[in-house]
């Protein structure tokens, strides 16, 4: 019988000990892999982005219902009753004040508190963190927090009538433009905080050297501020803008809460979300017109967004 020495080189093969060269991934893996790794991502996002979006455009040509169910095409007659919508100019213009008024509010104030609290002394951290804290409460408690307060019979009215400021309670909750003011109010006050950790990031990169070659040039604190500060933080100046342009037109839990879902007396003082939410709830909703609604606030949104990068192109220029 004739034993075969498992150790002995086979033709062709490589020599005995050695260990046999791991040629790697083949073409395919290598083009499949990042693929396997991206799948639950891009999953995610199909299912839960970019299928409600498309669905959202289909069913605004359509009279779809919550229940479904007859649901059949109406071509672009969903725009043209928009059009003819009185409530929708009026949920439209709230949306828009209540953008242009916050806008500026949300850009320069936290630029000023990043100023203020950028220098390093003893107990800043303090200001720092009162000033942030806002930002990590919930936008639900902090609503009914401010209705409380700007109620009729609430802190704000109470003191203004012990000091003989007003004689009637100031009608904060149902006047159409206070509602807008009082939410206007909420807002920068529980997002100054966040913007402001935008500024303190963006002044940490403004060089000590150009302040300094300015002070030795004799130029004083404001003429720093314009000639050194102002340009360096520029771009996160832009960024903050189109986050609060972005976040004023979808303003939905303040105005909410604070009218008791009612949008004010008579709807005056409803956004363009509480409008959607309107037509969108219930058995008997009307998505299809709801669906309309957020293509044209879409559209809204996207305006001011542009505009913004018109002018970042321009002064990059």
Known sequence: MTVTDVTAPVAGGPPAGHPRRDRGPTRTTRKITPWL????ALGWLFVFSIWPSLNTIRMAFTNAKPLGGNERYV???NFALILRDDQVVNALVNSVVFMLVCL???TVLPLLIALL???KMPGITFFRTAFYTPVIASAVVVALIWTFMLDDRGLVNGLAQAMSIIQEPLPFLTDRWLIVLSAVSLTVWKGLGYYMIIY???????GKDLHEAAAMDGAGAVRRFAAVTLPAVRGAMLLIAVLVCVAALRVFSE????????GGAGG????MVMLIQQYSRGFTGDLGYASALSILMFVVTLLPLLLLAKINGRSSE
């Open 255 to 262: 105005v909410f809460i604070m009218t008791g879902g009612t």
């Open 200 to 206: 303190l990031a963006a002044l940490g990169n403004v």
């Open 104 to 106: 500026p509010l949300l």
């Open 37 to 40: 790794f991206l799948a639950p």
């Open 75 to 77: 071509g672009f007659e």
């Open 268 to 271: 005056e003082a409803m956004t």
């Open 117 to 119: 609290v950028e220098k």
